[in-house]
């Protein structure tokens, strides 16, 4: 048996749980994810996904802060009393670069592991990852698939917001204007004003996905970032930020052409 307990956003929990379905799959071992509800990502796997029939059990609880305390307890639930073999993020980092070892794992009867890491390599990636049917059909009214696909990073991202700067998105875009006059573009934030931003610049070339929430900790939030995730992917080019697990995962769904924008050094304003 592997038990998967993913951590972090939307992004990092879609490529751990990617990991372990593909690790499952080698090993030949059932997997049973555990999917914690807190303000990282409040909202139940079958509110944004179909259950992969690969899943042998989702489990699923509400937690709060500290958020530490719950990942320690699950691993010392399942090493001490259920006698499974663990890995933190720790454990994790230090076998990414050593897929072969993680395939010794056959060795072991039950393994536990906690990460927002990829740690085994699927393909094609998240390939057991289907929306649900009513997610599906918003995803379908954006006719996306000749436009360019745009995800700006903000909120609490330090790194995406300092190295993938507004200005270097506009630059990129009117660059992209240059080649096809005709060109539009799908535009994902986590920052209203940065949408309203390049709709007063771009005004008819942009297309974005109306939100009713941009909290990770609403269950509506989540439904929206996973709309926009799809929506991106459907599209012919991502243009991304750094740093942005988001930004990886909707170029990986399906292998679309992408550019992840970085700055030499960081800006000390972003905007």
């Known amino acids: 048996m592997i038990v998967i307990q993913p951590r972090g956003g939307l992004g990092n929990r879609m490529r751990a749980v990617d990991s372990a379905i593909a690790l499952a799959e080698k090993l030949g071992k059932k997997l049973n994810v555990i999917w914690l509800l807190n303000s990282e990502c409040n909202c139940k796997f079958q509110d944004l996904f179909i259950v992969p029939n690969k899943v042998n059990q989702l489990i699923q609880f509400r937690v709060i802060k500290p958020f530490g305390f719950f990942y320690k307890a699950l691993r010392l639930y ?7 073999y663990c890995f933190d993020q720790k454990g994790i980092e230090e076998l990414i670069d050593q897929n072969e070892k993680l395939e010794e794992l056959s060795l072991h009867n039950n393994v536990f592991i906690s990460t927002f890491s990829r740690f085994y390599p699927s393909s ?4 057991s ?20 696909g745009v995800h700006i990073r903000r909120q609490d991202n330090i790194d995406s917001i300092n190295y993938s700067p507004l200005e270097k998105f506009v630059e ?3 660059e992209e204007i240059s080649k096809n006059d005709s060109v539009k573009f799908f535009v994902s934030t986590d920052d209203y004003k940065v949408e309203v ?4 610049l771009f005004q008819h070339r942009i297309i974005a ?27 012919s080019k991502l243009i991304g930020s750094y740093y ?25 304003n972003p905007r």
């Open 197 to 200: 931003y390049l709709r007063n």
């Open 244 to 268: 942005s697990s988001f930004t990886d995962t909707a170029w990986q769904i399906k292998g679309i052409d992408h550019i992840t924008l970085k700055s030499a050094s960081p800006k000390s």
């Open 124 to 127: 094609p990636p998240f390939r």
């Open 209 to 235: 996905h109306k939100k009713k929430s941009l909290s990770r900790n609403s269950s509506l939030g989540i439904q929206d970032a996973l709309i926009d995730l799809y929506c991106l992917a459907n599209c």
């Open 129 to 148: 990852f289907v929306p649900t049917n009513h997610l599906q059909e918003i995803i379908n009214t954006y006719k996306v698939n000749n436009m360019i």
């Open 172 to 174: 990129c875009m009117k």
């Open 78 to 84: 399942y090493s001490y009393f259920h006698h499974y």
